[in-house]
């Protein structure tokens, strides 16, 4: 089934809608968390997802994970259907590493109890090997074997990443979710946790879909990065095409937005403006218009095609008759 | 490979989990006044026959009414005696089998279906909820002593059916505070996890949520059993509870309030004690929940 070509992950057309109903005899309304979304990564690469905060990131990662169905489209691993495959089965080749090493950890739990949980819960070896499975996986997230018996809230914020990554890693799943890994954590910590995430995808050749709006460290991780705007994928790029050169002028704009240490420099303008849309009534044409710099007279009612470019995808009016291909969908 | 260890870590060799727990419950006042006196009256209530000086259903009529040893009485009844002849001291001694047994068993039946109620609600959400709290609804808008009564007229008062109203009455809170406790746990990114992790619902609800939430249930039943006893007492006054000659403090309130200007000590024994229990229980209650809360681990 799966041969060098084949994308360990891919999503086709992934949408996902919520009804939602504000009060009892309001009408229903819907949400479009996902819009339309299709991805691609390769064995042993590391997609970036970037955008504003309720733009449909995590959403998406729940949908890999089988933590939520997709309302339209599919999502294949290894080019098999996920729909097919049973919870337990895709439990064994993704994991998820999620943001808050605070509420990841069940409190009530030990740290073996914790990391040693995906080997009892799919009955792989008997209680020895799992023990001995816990402190191989313990020396290679960099925990010493003595935390075994201690409980989460004895150990800070890194540590607590770390018996998150243990737990996530000690199946040897194929592909790792990390929704915002460190965005909890202190900076110090930080660059620990994404080295350490770099060597084991070196070690183990995992495959990372890194979810995150800290541009920096998508900048370190990544291969390949898709900027999400309002549950679309606006535009999709190699690391360096995207931060050497960003097209689409909300990419452009989040480039912008990156602080600087410098505090003469100001908060940088991004010329964005201060509201993000109402996901409930996202705005007619191109979604982005409404605070797009660069806006022509057809972005507010012609939503942009999607275009194939030299090195991704981008949606957006201003290159569709220039230097991009209608793509062939 | 990534071995930098923590350098902090080598430091944290602290006491085991279990050692900090006995230093957490010897150190609280509250648990263990209440402790010591819901255990004192437990072990009071099992040794009932060794410990009671009389027989509490031996009456003689010669001896009635008198007084505690407090107030000019002798030794051979230190709480005196009942309008019957009956010594005071031992009916209280049996009394507290039935005030126990009926907290600890109402609490009991009523946990179990609160607690499978609430969790449900709050775990599967939608429907499953719209119903539970309907019925949470349905069980608030109805007045328990009046339900308490009306049955208890039907079927007759008696230990077992006053039980049995009881437990299938007080489940409300239970529901309430397990259903609220569930929704706040079931969001954290550890039920996630196990959920990825491949585990079915049962053990999600089993080990990843009960254990989280159990310190609530443990106030909620202590509130309970003190709810359940003071309505079997209430419900012993009105005659419509345990039935005489059965010893019971209600009963006791009951049976001592037409001497109670002459008398007053038969109304004020069994009070003092009915309320001694809630508060120890209460106490014992509140204490559990501080020593178990994670929050609290350090």
Redesign the interface.
């Known amino acids: 089934m799966s041969d060098a070509t084949t994308p360990v992950l891919e999503l086709r057309n992934v949408s996902k809608v919520y009804t939602i109903r504000q009060g009892l005899f309001a009408e229903r309304k819907s949400l479009r968390a996902i819009d339309d979304v299709s991805l691609k990564v390769e064995r042993g690469g590391v997609l970036g997802l970037v955008g504003e905060s309720g733009c449909g990131k995590s959403t998406l990662a729940k949908i890999l994970l089988g933590l939520e169905t997709p309302t339209t489209g599919e999502v294949l691993i290894d080019g098999e259907p996920v729909g097919a495959q049973d919870r337990r089965k895709l439990a064994r080749r993704i994991q998820p590493i999620f943001q808050d090493p605070y509420s990841s950890l069940n409190p009530r739990k030990s740290i073996a109890d914790i990391i040693s949980l995906p080997l009892r819960v799919h009955g792989i070896g008997d209680a020895a090997s799992q023990d001995k499975a816990v402190r191989e996986i313990l020396d290679i997230v960099g925990l010493p074997a003595r935390v075994m018996n201690s409980y989460p809230s004895q150990m800070s914020g890194g540590q607590r990443q770390r018996v998150a990554i243990a737990r996530a890693l000690i199946m040897k799943p194929e592909i790792v979710i990390c929704d915002e890994p460190t965005s909890a954590l202190d900076v110090s910590v930080q660059s620990q946790i994404l080295n350490l995430l770099g060597e084991l995808r070196r070690e183990f050749g995992l495959t990372y879909l890194f979810i995150s709006h800290n541009l920096a460290v998508v900048e370190h991780l990544a291969t390949r990065v898709a900027v999400m705007y309002l549950g679309r994928i606006v535009e999709e790029a190699s690391v360096a095409g995207l931060f050497d050169h960003a097209r689409h002028p909300y990419s452009q704009a989040l480039l912008e937005s990156v602080l600087t240490p410098d505090p003469a420099l100001g908060v940088p303008d991004t010329q964005l403006g201060a509201a993000y849309p109402n996901p409930i009534a996202p705005p007619s044409g191109c979604h982005f218009h409404p605070r797009c710099p660069k806006a022509l007279p057809q972005c507010s009612s012609v939503a942009p095609r999607p275009l194939t470019t030299a090195d991704g995808r981008i949606e957006c009016h201003l290159f569709d008759e220039e230097k991009a291909e209608p793509a062939t969908a | 490979?990534?071995?930098?260890?923590?350098p902090?870590?080598?430091e944290?060799q602290?006491p085991?989990?279990g050692q900090l727990l006995r230093r957490r419950v010897f150190g609280h006042h509250g648990l263990m006044i209440g402790g010591g006196l819901v255990a004192l009256l437990v072990v009071v209530a099992i040794l009932a026959p060794v410990l009671a000086p009389h027989d509490p259903y031996a009456q003689s009529l010669l001896e009635r009414l008198q007084p505690p040893v407090f107030l000019g009485g002798s030794w051979e009844h230190p709480l005196g005696t009942d309008h019957l002849g009956r010594d005071y001291l031992s009916r209280l001694i049996y009394g507290a089998r039935v005030s126990l047994m009926i907290g600890v068993i109402a609490a009991l039946i009523s946990g179990l279906i609160g607690t499978a109620m609430g969790v449900a609600a709050g775990y599967f959400g939608g429907r499953v909820d719209m119903v539970v709290t309907f019925l949470i609804n349905v069980r608030l808008a109805m007045p328990v002593v009046l339900v308490a009564l009306a049955v208890v007229a039907i079927f007759g008062g008696s230990l077992q059916v006053v039980i049995i109203v009881l437990g299938l009455l007080l489940w409300d809170r239970f529901a309430v505070v397990m259903r609220a406790s569930t929704l706040q746990v079931r969001g954290?990114?550890?039920v996630?996890?196990?959920?990825?992790?491949?585990?079915s619902t049962p053990?999600i609800v089993l080990?990843?949520i009960m254990?989280?939430i159990v310190n609530n249930l443990i106030v909620v039943v202590t509130l309970e059993m003190a709810h359940a006893i003071l309505l079997e007492a209430a419900l012993s006054f009105l005659g419509l509870g345990v039935q005489p000659p059965t010893p019971s403090w209600g009963l006791m309130v009951s049976e001592g309030k037409q001497m109670m200007l002459f008398e007053p000590w038969l109304v004020m024994i069994p009070g003092i004690v009915l309320f001694l229990l809630v508060l120890a229980i209460n106490l014992m209650g509140d204490g559990l929940r501080d020593v178990t809360a994670?929050?609290n681990?350090?």
């Open positions: 490979m990534a071995t930098t260890t923590d902090l870590l080598e944290i602290g085991t989990p954290r990114e550890y996630a996890a196990a959920r990825a992790i491949g585990c053990r080990t990843e254990p989280n994670p929050e681990r350090s």
